[in-house]
């Protein structure tokens, strides 16, 4: 805050001296790579960048980042993001959490701060499983999962994160994995753009307790066939000739078809900006799972007032009309009586 | 006998009344207690004021259960208590009288509203005939007033609806009592019109209401005695008549200015402490920021994330409230960062008695928290002194960096007294320096910022905000090192970092008043150990047995923890030490396990405060050796 211009920084400069206690082969160290590496180009200051996170392998994030940087309780980091963000509008704060402490125990945070828009980049490590407590189901878990807290299989319907975050009138929704530097890059570096609340949902593998769970659609050889790479203006199109495209069926759901001259002019052109986030939804719906071709990229981007900054309003609005508070003035805006 | 407005009645002067107001809920009974308080306070009399409603905001019309009361003593000289037997019930209907005439003095009077009186109310209230006929009341001076039919009859050319007309019966009885006791009638016809505004129909109502109430005692010829309080000798200055609710929440703003940082409060609605959401709410030209979270749990974890931006930050709450937040006030303890805690304390356990009064929190404050977890306790101990409780309380949370609970209860927060208004420039300063500059030297000779290096004096840690260029370092819950901050499970690491956030709070000690002391201090056979709301019935019931000779201590606890440094001093001076609570004995346990004093207990749960009597009674009782038990 003290000069100008930003000084320029090198990926060192915001790693901080502590290792990672990750196990080998997580996929956080391609997240934290990828975000160490884009962060000197993303104009920030490292004193006015803060991480916030819950409890979880992926909370132990803001301990490797050369940043203010708080690890905090399991599924309270969007509250406790939240009193900073109000306190302190002037900071880039980032909040990172794993499926089980932001989709489980601190779901209603999630909403909640979806719903105010309160200006975060909100950073969900989706790996499908529980990890620090040693691979149990977690609310993102296929029906069926063997775990050993369900040794004859889940029986809880999972939540579809992107789907959710759209129901809790999120304003920016975007997905992306850990095996895509770039593409993880490109969604983290929108969601910080974004005024308000900024979720992205990053596929995560644990290649511990849940290896490979996304093997299916984020190998290099699936992608193709798998991914279906949303941009904003195009055609919802996909397959390795492109020859797969996304329309609405006669019902209103989203459908996979093969592209034909027909029926071309029927693919849906997405929209992330779109009022109405009912197409986003749908796109959202066309996959159940990492094994089924599977949208990623920017769901829906649209502008409403930063909590934040509707809140200090008020605050300057108050000023200018009541003037600055005088606690003499208010000791005495009772009736008083003189002895 | 002196000149009177109407030459029949005959005026007595009296030193104090205890007038209570009862009715259903819908009739209005808590704005007819508040405006005879605010009369009386502006008329100069000492006051105290006990508001007693069900949780239901309107339980079935004309039942025991939807009885709204609010009691008051009004006086010319120095009380601390809304006073234990009324000697004036104002009932409004059947079920008022059957709930509460059981109250009131012997010979007390009773003004009903006669209307009410018929066979349906009758019947709610369990009345198989009307009490004011069938001669159970003899033992008292019954007047029965029409107030329904006067109050529409003269509501009738002001274009009022009848239904709306009715509505009014409350600024009847205020006004008849308001005859009845001299209490100025300019203050509530003034706040009428002020009020009513935007509403001129309902302010006519009102108005025409209250001066028929008045018209009524001075003509009706049915009362031929009336009373007379003369102003209190008070300390000279300023007086306001205040709750506690809004004492505190006026200092929590003070605070914030005193301390020159913004106030944050996250919250949650709950009984009895939303007042003060609503009125922090209400100041945001002071950079008050209120935030209504999701729940209690996002409320202390919103405030947690405004400390650590560098605001004055608050939560408040009750009982259940806390017991969700716990989680989060250990993590507090674990950043050492400051935090208030405003626990505005109801009955329990569970849902318990949303709008009773209850003082049993004090074991969930002290130990409420899973590991080592210490933290100061402050507790208020009258409605205006919450002003200086939440000031302290912030003053201990930035100097210490450290979550600290402020106790309240139901009682101070909605009753009221006259508050002498400090002089704002006599307020302290509490503001303490944010750290700017690092603090050490790496291995390399490199400066670097240690977020754990402590005040050799305090123990408190550096206050480093995001924003502060150089002194970037990451806090969590896991157990840290010492200094460094680094994650730690070094086994004689975490032995170290207990015992250092153990001697930060208990160092306090030093830093807060000794104890509060009154009464035969040099000589007294017995001492009263009180702390929080119980201050005002001890102060009463003690004045009580030292006026019959008995020699008797009075300490009184505004810090819980630590305890003031000469506590155990205090304690050991007498032969004998109750300790009156509206628990099941929480602070006499901490007593006696911390000094090993033979402490009796007297316990009370009952929603509602102390009487004077009551106290006296326990006073008596160990004096003659009957110690202890339940009020």
């Given at each position: 805050m003290t000069d100008v211009v930003v000084p320029e920084t090198s990926k060192t400069d915001w790693t901080s001296d502590q290792e990672p206690r990750w196990c080998p082969g997580c996929g956080d160290y391609s997240i934290l790579t990828a975000i160490q590496l884009m962060m000197p180009e993303m104009g920030l200051r490292r004193e006015d960048t803060v991480f916030i996170s819950g409890i979880g392998c992926a909370a132990r994030f803001p301990y490797y980042m050369n940043t203010y940087g708080m690890h905090s309780i399991h599924g309270r980091s969007p509250a406790i993001a939240t009193g900073l963000a109000l306190a302190r509008p002037d900071l880039n704060i980032f909040v990172v959490g794993g499926d089980g402490d932001m989709l489980s125990i601190g779901g209603n945070h999630l909403i909640h701060v979806l719903r105010r828009n309160v200006n975060l980049t909100i950073l969900l490590f989706n790996n499908q499983i529980y990890g620090l407590t040693k691979g149990q189901y977690s609310p993102t878990s296929e029906i069926g999962k063997v775990t050993k807290s369900t040794p004859l299989g889940s029986l809880d319907e999972p939540f579809n994160p992107v789907s959710l975050a759209l129901g809790a009138e999120a304003s920016f929704v975007a997905r992306t994995h850990d095996m895509d530097r770039q593409h993880m890059q490109e969604m983290i570096r929108q969601a910080h753009d974004h005024d308000g609340s900024a979720l992205v949902e990053v596929f995560q593998n644990c290649n511990v307790f849940n290896d490979g769970a996304f093997g299916a659609i984020t190998k290099k050889a699936h992608r193709a066939e798998m991914l279906i790479d949303l941009q904003a203006g195009q055609p919802v199109r996909f397959g390795p000739d492109l020859n797969k495209g996304v329309v609405l069926d006669p019902s209103g759901c989203a459908t996979i078809v093969d592209v034909t001259p027909e029926n071309e002019a029927s693919v849906i052109v997405h929209d992330?900006?779109?009022?109405?986030?009912s197409l986003s939804f749908a796109l959202s719906r066309l996959s159940s799972g990492p094994y089924e071709p599977t949208p990623v990229g920017v769901f829906r981007s649209v502008r409403r007032p930063d909590y934040a900054g509707e809140v200090s309003r008020q605050l300057a609005n108050a000023q200018d009309t009541k003037g600055p508070g005088d606690l003499g003035k208010l000791l005495n805006s009772r009736p008083t009586w003189t002895v | 006998m002196t000149d009177t407005a109407s030459a029949k009645t005959e005026v007595r002067q009296l030193d104090s009344v205890i007038v209570r107001f009862a009715g259903d809920s819908g009739d209005g009974m808590q704005l007819t207690g508040d405006r005879f308080s605010n009369a009386s306070a502006l008329f100069g009399n000492d006051l105290a004021t006990l508001p007693e409603f069900p949780a239901e905001i309107r339980a079935p019309q004309g039942t025991l259960a939807g009885v709204s009361a609010f009691q008051l003593q009004v006086a010319s000289h120095d009380i601390t208590t809304p006073g234990d037997a009324p000697n004036v019930l104002v009932a409004m209907n059947p079920a008022a009288l059957k709930k509460e005439v059981h109250r009131l003095e012997p010979g007390g009077t009773i003004i009903v509203n006669e209307d009410s009186f018929e066979e349906r109310n009758l019947s709610k209230a369990g009345y198989a005939e009307s009490p004011l006929d069938d001669h159970s009341l003899d033992a008292y001076q019954l007047f029965r007033v029409p107030m329904t039919t006067i109050t529409k009859e003269v509501c009738k050319d002001l274009g009022v609806k009848p239904r709306d007309a009715e509505r009014s019966k409350n600024f009847f009885a205020l006004g008849l009592v308001s005859w009845l006791y001299h209490r100025p009638s300019d203050t509530t016809l003034d706040w009428i019109q002020t009020k009513f505004s935007r509403l001129p129909n309902v302010a006519a109502a009102n108005t025409a209401a209250y001066k028929a109430g008045h018209a009524f005692g001075e003509t009706a010829e049915l009362f031929h005695v009336s009373y007379e309080v003369r102003p209190a000798q008070l300390p000279p200055g300023t007086y306001t008549n205040i709750d506690g609710n809004t004492a505190l929440s006026w200092g929590l703003v003070a605070a914030g200015q005193l301390a020159k940082v913004p106030v944050f409060l996250g919250s949650y609605p709950i009984t009895p402490a939303s007042d003060i959401l609503h009125e922090l709410s209400k100041h945001k030209n002071f950079g008050v920021r209120t935030f209504q979270a999701e729940d209690e749990i996002a409320a202390v974890g919103s405030a947690l994330g405004a400390a650590y931006g560098g605001n004055l930050a608050v939560t408040t709450t009750s009982g259940p409230g806390v017991a969700l937040k716990g989680e989060t006030i250990g993590l507090a303890v674990s950043l050492e960062l400051p935090l208030l805690v405003i626990d505005i304390q109801r009955g329990?356990?569970?849902?318990?008695?949303?709008t009773k009064t209850e003082a049993s929190d004090l074991m969930m404050a002290m130990y409420g928290r899973h590991g080592e977890a210490p933290l100061p306790i402050v507790a208020a101990y009258s409605a205006a002194q919450c002003f200086e409780a939440a000031i302290e309380a912030a003053r201990i949370a930035l100097k210490y960096r450290t979550p600290v609970i402020l106790l309240s209860d139901g009682y101070l927060a909605n009753g009221t007294e006259p508050w002498v208004l400090p002089?704002?420039?006599?307020?302290?300063?509490?503001s303490v320096p944010f750290a700017t500059d690092t603090n050490g030297v790496d291995d390399d000779g490199e400066p670097v910022f240690y977020p754990y290096l402590r005040d050799p004096v305090t123990l408190a840690r550096p206050w480093a905000i995001p924003g502060t260029s150089g002194l970037m370092h990451r806090v969590g819950g896991i157990e840290k090192e010492d200094v460094t901050g680094n994650i730690s499970y070094d086994p004689g690491n975490h032995q170290l970092m207990t015992d250092l956030r153990q001697a930060k709070i208990a160092g306090i000690a030093d830093d807060i008043p000794a104890t509060m002391t009154a009464g035969d201090i040099d000589d007294a056979d017995l001492l009263v150990l009180g702390w929080g709301s119980t201050w005002g019935s001890i102060t009463a019931g003690m004045k009580r047995a030292r006026a019959e000779g008995h020699k008797v201590a009075h300490a009184h606890l505004t810090h819980l923890n630590p305890f003031p440094a000469d506590l155990g001093d205090v304690l050991l001076r007498y032969p004998k030490v109750i300790v009156p609570e509206m628990n099941m004995g929480q602070l006499s346990k901490l007593v006696r396990a911390e000094y090993l004093v033979d402490a009796a207990s007297v316990t009370k749960v009952m929603g509602q405060p102390y009487t004077a009597g009551e106290i006296y009674t326990a006073i008596v009782d160990a004096l003659t050796g009957e110690e202890g038990g339940n009020r």
């Amino acid at each position: 805050m003290t000069d100008v211009v930003v000084p320029e920084t090198s990926k060192t400069d915001w790693t901080s001296d502590q290792e990672p206690r990750w196990c080998p082969g997580c996929g956080d160290y391609s997240i934290l790579t990828a975000i160490q590496l884009m962060m000197p180009e993303m104009g920030l200051r490292r004193e006015d960048t803060v991480f916030i996170s819950g409890i979880g392998c992926a909370a132990r994030f803001p301990y490797y980042m050369n940043t203010y940087g708080m690890h905090s309780i399991h599924g309270r980091s969007p509250a406790i993001a939240t009193g900073l963000a109000l306190a302190r509008p002037d900071l880039n704060i980032f909040v990172v959490g794993g499926d089980g402490d932001m989709l489980s125990i601190g779901g209603n945070h999630l909403i909640h701060v979806l719903r105010r828009n309160v200006n975060l980049t909100i950073l969900l490590f989706n790996n499908q499983i529980y990890g620090l407590t040693k691979g149990q189901y977690s609310p993102t878990s296929e029906i069926g999962k063997v775990t050993k807290s369900t040794p004859l299989g889940s029986l809880d319907e999972p939540f579809n994160p992107v789907s959710l975050a759209l129901g809790a009138e999120a304003s920016f929704v975007a997905r992306t994995h850990d095996m895509d530097r770039q593409h993880m890059q490109e969604m983290i570096r929108q969601a910080h753009d974004h005024d308000g609340s900024a979720l992205v949902e990053v596929f995560q593998n644990c290649n511990v307790f849940n290896d490979g769970a996304f093997g299916a659609i984020t190998k290099k050889a699936h992608r193709a066939e798998m991914l279906i790479d949303l941009q904003a203006g195009q055609p919802v199109r996909f397959g390795p000739d492109l020859n797969k495209g996304v329309v609405l069926d006669p019902s209103g759901c989203a459908t996979i078809v093969d592209v034909t001259p027909e029926n071309e002019a029927s693919v849906i052109v997405h929209d992330p900006s779109h009022p109405d986030p009912s197409l986003s939804f749908a796109l959202s719906r066309l996959s159940s799972g990492p094994y089924e071709p599977t949208p990623v990229g920017v769901f829906r981007s649209v502008r409403r007032p930063d909590y934040a900054g509707e809140v200090s309003r008020q605050l300057a609005n108050a000023q200018d009309t009541k003037g600055p508070g005088d606690l003499g003035k208010l000791l005495n805006s009772r009736p008083t009586w003189t002895v | 006998m002196t000149d009177t407005a109407s030459a029949k009645t005959e005026v007595r002067q009296l030193d104090s009344v205890i007038v209570r107001f009862a009715g259903d809920s819908g009739d209005g009974m808590q704005l007819t207690g508040d405006r005879f308080s605010n009369a009386s306070a502006l008329f100069g009399n000492d006051l105290a004021t006990l508001p007693e409603f069900p949780a239901e905001i309107r339980a079935p019309q004309g039942t025991l259960a939807g009885v709204s009361a609010f009691q008051l003593q009004v006086a010319s000289h120095d009380i601390t208590t809304p006073g234990d037997a009324p000697n004036v019930l104002v009932a409004m209907n059947p079920a008022a009288l059957k709930k509460e005439v059981h109250r009131l003095e012997p010979g007390g009077t009773i003004i009903v509203n006669e209307d009410s009186f018929e066979e349906r109310n009758l019947s709610k209230a369990g009345y198989a005939e009307s009490p004011l006929d069938d001669h159970s009341l003899d033992a008292y001076q019954l007047f029965r007033v029409p107030m329904t039919t006067i109050t529409k009859e003269v509501c009738k050319d002001l274009g009022v609806k009848p239904r709306d007309a009715e509505r009014s019966k409350n600024f009847f009885a205020l006004g008849l009592v308001s005859w009845l006791y001299h209490r100025p009638s300019d203050t509530t016809l003034d706040w009428i019109q002020t009020k009513f505004s935007r509403l001129p129909n309902v302010a006519a109502a009102n108005t025409a209401a209250y001066k028929a109430g008045h018209a009524f005692g001075e003509t009706a010829e049915l009362f031929h005695v009336s009373y007379e309080v003369r102003p209190a000798q008070l300390p000279p200055g300023t007086y306001t008549n205040i709750d506690g609710n809004t004492a505190l929440s006026w200092g929590l703003v003070a605070a914030g200015q005193l301390a020159k940082v913004p106030v944050f409060l996250g919250s949650y609605p709950i009984t009895p402490a939303s007042d003060i959401l609503h009125e922090l709410s209400k100041h945001k030209n002071f950079g008050v920021r209120t935030f209504q979270a999701e729940d209690e749990i996002a409320a202390v974890g919103s405030a947690l994330g405004a400390a650590y931006g560098g605001n004055l930050a608050v939560t408040t709450t009750s009982g259940p409230g806390v017991a969700l937040k716990g989680e989060t006030i250990g993590l507090a303890v674990s950043l050492e960062l400051p935090l208030l805690v405003i626990d505005i304390q109801r009955g329990g356990p569970s849902t318990g008695l949303p709008t009773k009064t209850e003082a049993s929190d004090l074991m969930m404050a002290m130990y409420g928290r899973h590991g080592e977890a210490p933290l100061p306790i402050v507790a208020a101990y009258s409605a205006a002194q919450c002003f200086e409780a939440a000031i302290e309380a912030a003053r201990i949370a930035l100097k210490y960096r450290t979550p600290v609970i402020l106790l309240s209860d139901g009682y101070l927060a909605n009753g009221t007294e006259p508050w002498v208004l400090p002089d704002v420039d006599s307020l302290p300063d509490i503001s303490v320096p944010f750290a700017t500059d690092t603090n050490g030297v790496d291995d390399d000779g490199e400066p670097v910022f240690y977020p754990y290096l402590r005040d050799p004096v305090t123990l408190a840690r550096p206050w480093a905000i995001p924003g502060t260029s150089g002194l970037m370092h990451r806090v969590g819950g896991i157990e840290k090192e010492d200094v460094t901050g680094n994650i730690s499970y070094d086994p004689g690491n975490h032995q170290l970092m207990t015992d250092l956030r153990q001697a930060k709070i208990a160092g306090i000690a030093d830093d807060i008043p000794a104890t509060m002391t009154a009464g035969d201090i040099d000589d007294a056979d017995l001492l009263v150990l009180g702390w929080g709301s119980t201050w005002g019935s001890i102060t009463a019931g003690m004045k009580r047995a030292r006026a019959e000779g008995h020699k008797v201590a009075h300490a009184h606890l505004t810090h819980l923890n630590p305890f003031p440094a000469d506590l155990g001093d205090v304690l050991l001076r007498y032969p004998k030490v109750i300790v009156p609570e509206m628990n099941m004995g929480q602070l006499s346990k901490l007593v006696r396990a911390e000094y090993l004093v033979d402490a009796a207990s007297v316990t009370k749960v009952m929603g509602q405060p102390y009487t004077a009597g009551e106290i006296y009674t326990a006073i008596v009782d160990a004096l003659t050796g009957e110690e202890g038990g339940n009020r």
